[in-house]
T-cell receptor
Framework: GESVGLHLPTLSVQEGDNSIINCAYS??????FIWYKQESGKGPQFIID?????DKRQGQRVTVLLNKTVKHLSLQIAATQPGDSAVYFC????????????FGTGTRLLVSP | EAQVTQNPRYLITVTGKKLTVTCSQN?????MSWYRQDPGLGLRQIYY???????DKGDVPEGYKVSRKEKRNFPLILESPSPNQTSLYFC???????????????FGPGTRLLVL
């Protein structure tokens, strides 16, 4: 079916480590993917996006990788900081006659000092 | 400052008592939508609006109503709330339906609703 899921509900890392958050998607026709960060008590905040014609896209301390062969998306955070502690979730754009975003359930990232 | 505002932020009510959660954006966005967020289920779209007087159902519209009389406002109405509508609600706005540009996808701060 059309679903977006995450492999790990909680990821704990030490400050300064690199973090990798994974996401599996089921619709091979999806053409656009977004990662969001949601801090406690706040709404989701855009982090980075990637289109299906790309394999990798880099931002400031973040990199998104897209593997269309296995329908897998990952978010890499370099030199993780305590301020990165939040719930991260991915979203995919379903390319149907009615295009829409479908959101994953989220992974909680805990960064220890 | 570009933003999406929601009111109230927290609400406790009883079954059957009509309530409205307001949403307003100051970015002149055409597309607005409402989501509910529940543990283990992620964000699910309730209703969306592509422009003034144009609204349509999302994935979980049952028990909800919306209206879009003005471009900036998109209230969510629960005519007869039930306990299964206890959730965290988010309003979002964007220039286009998919919010395909980093600059166009904005979420409000959320409204936590408890229906007793």
């Amino acid at each position: 079916g059309e679903s977006v899921g995450l492999h790990l509900p909680t990821l704990s890392v030490q400050e300064g480590d690199n973090s990798i958050i994974n996401c599996a998607y089921s619709n091979s026709a999806s053409d656009y993917f977004i990662w969001y960060k949601q801090e406690s008590g706040k709404g989701p905040q855009f982090i980075i996006d990637i289109r299906s014609n790309m394999d990798k896209r880099q931002g400031q301390r973040v990199t998104v990788l897209l593997n269309k062969t296995v329908k897998h998306l990952s978010l890499q955070i370099a030199a993780t900081q305590p301020g990165d502690s939040a719930v991260y979730f991915c979203a995919e754009n379903l390319v149907t006659s009615f295009q829409k975003l479908v959101f994953g359930t989220g992974t909680r990232l805990l960064v220890s000092p | 400052e570009a933003q999406v505002t929601q009111n109230p932020r927290y609400l406790i009510t009883v079954t059957g008592k009509k309530l409205t959660v307001t949403c307003s954006q100051n970015m002149n966005h055409e597309y607005m939508s409402w989501y509910r967020q529940d543990p283990g289920l992620g964000l699910r779209q309730i209703y969306y609006s592509m422009n003034v007087e144009v609204t349509d159902k999302g994935d979980v519209p049952e028990g909800y109503k919306v209206s879009r009389k003005e471009k900036r406002n998109f209230p969510l109405i629960l005519e007869s709330p039930s306990p299964n509508q206890t959730s965290l609600y988010f309003c979002a706005s964007s220039l286009d339906r998919r919010g395909l540009s980093q600059e166009t996808q904005y979420f409000g701060p959320g409204t936590r609703l408890l229906v007793l």
